[in-house]
């Protein structure tokens, strides 16, 4: 590139910047009609107030680092720090994304390829989707893609009425219809509503196992059968998959797709819209279908292979979320298969240690024993002391404590629910003190509901009009008016 090509770049010794004669010397291609007039309106600080400003900021706000996130199917996990140092080394982290396919990049997707073949019983995997949303899109579109290719006119995907609601979103934007099946008093699938709701219109069944209940599809063998013998596709939701990982697998249970979630179960970054990554496996009948390129290996070398002529085509660009992929092996080395395995016990064990001390004091809707999750309902309060799940939610901020998902599953089917998955990494002192604050607030909804009224008292704001903060954020710094 030509100097004179340069958008910004220093000028000559003493020249000034004739936009802002102040600031030092610079050149600009930038017309003189686009450019300001008067410097920004910013503040003038000093480092040591600015690192200030932000580690206060930093105190204001809740951190996987510093206090618990029991988030029910959005698991906030520890992420450890190695990943971060690994992802950070500069052969990698410097990586170009237009330099030529570099071995090592592509040897860390294929081993994370073979990862995920094991753990899920698929025959093989994308790692273009950016997120577990994006890798439901795309297992949905590999299964119209596979219906298309054999002149099938399937317009109706069927979802459990607890499923995520991506599950439904996914499956209208590529063009479906969305019908619901029951769920039993145990919290899984009705399988007699999914049998009298098989037809040769029903393209997949979408389904989480365990599913947003916490609760293990017992009946999950018949369920495949009744979707294969109808022509459909079974199609599985990996947001739940740390709950039996190494236990057993959803290829072996009969699904056709799955999509992972890397920063869910394999503990990358999650949370703040992203970085997260959302790979796709496939049984074999659904491999010639899978976005190019993808990764092959041929003798010792790793090669980017394009030649997928029924592809539904390219999702994002490049390799996906890289990062993600390599924080993702990193984990999956450091633990081995016996690791991980023991991951979903602690999972187990952990969500059946809360549910044992907090279902006195909290109504749990679906009877069927928790995995790795349950969902409680403020029903109770509600009913005899005007407290909802939101009140609980708010006052679980004052006592050191990220509140748990609330009313999901929707209102229809668990009211006033509240979701809650304490993750396999949490100490029995930190479950402790989590329990003991629930039955002091459950306590409190009877002697004193207005404090949950109230809540947060202590944060550094109050309860906020959440809707309106959603639609309408205040995103700009404004100064003060003299």
Known sequence: MKKDQLIFERGEPGRRCATF??????????????????PPALPEVSELELVRHYVTLSRMNFSIDTEFYPLGSCTMKYNPKVHERA????????????????QGVLEVIWEMEQVLISVSGMDGFTFQPAAGAQGEFVGISLIAAYHRARGDGKKVVLIPDSAHGTNPATAAMCGYTVEAVRSTDRGTVDVEDLRSKMSDEVAALMLTNPNTFGV???????????????GGLLYYDGANLNAFLGQCRPGDMGFDVVHINLHKTFTTPHGGGGPGSGPVGVKASLLPYLPVP??????????????????????????????????????????GAEGMRR???MAV????????????HYDRPKAAQPMHEMVYSASRQKKLYGVNALDIAKRLIDYGHHPP???????NVAPEAMLIEPTETESLEQLDEFVEAMISIAKEAKENAQILHDAPHDSPVRRLDEATA????????????S
């Not at 004669?21 to 008067?38: L, V």
């Not at 954020?473 to 404004?478: D, Q, S």
Request: contains cysteine; negative net charge; glycine residues 6%.
């Open 216 to 230: 293990f599809e017992d009946e999950i063998l018949e369920v495949a059968e009744i979707v294969h013998d109808g």
């Open 470 to 481: 959603a639609r309408k954020p205040v995103l700009r710094w404004k100064p003060k008016q």
């Open 21 to 38: 004669p102040d600031s030092g010397a610079c050149k600009t291609s930038i017309p003189e009609e686009m450019q300001r007039k008067t």
């Open 405 to 411: 998902t609330v009313y999901f599953p929707l209102p």
């Open 294 to 335: 993808t990764v092959v290996k041929s003798g010792d070398e790793f090669q980017l292979n394009f030649d997928l002529e029924e592809s539904i085509g390219k999702i994002s660009t490049f390799y996906g979320n890289f990062g993600m992929v390599l924080r993702a092996l990193v984990y999956s080395k450091m633990l």
């Open 343 to 345: 991951t979903s016990e």
């Open 349 to 360: 064990l952990n969500a059946n240690y809360l549910a044992a001390r907090l279902d006195p």
């Open 87 to 102: 992802a950070r080394v500069p052969e990698i982290a410097g990586l170009h994304p237009f330099s030529p396919a570099s």
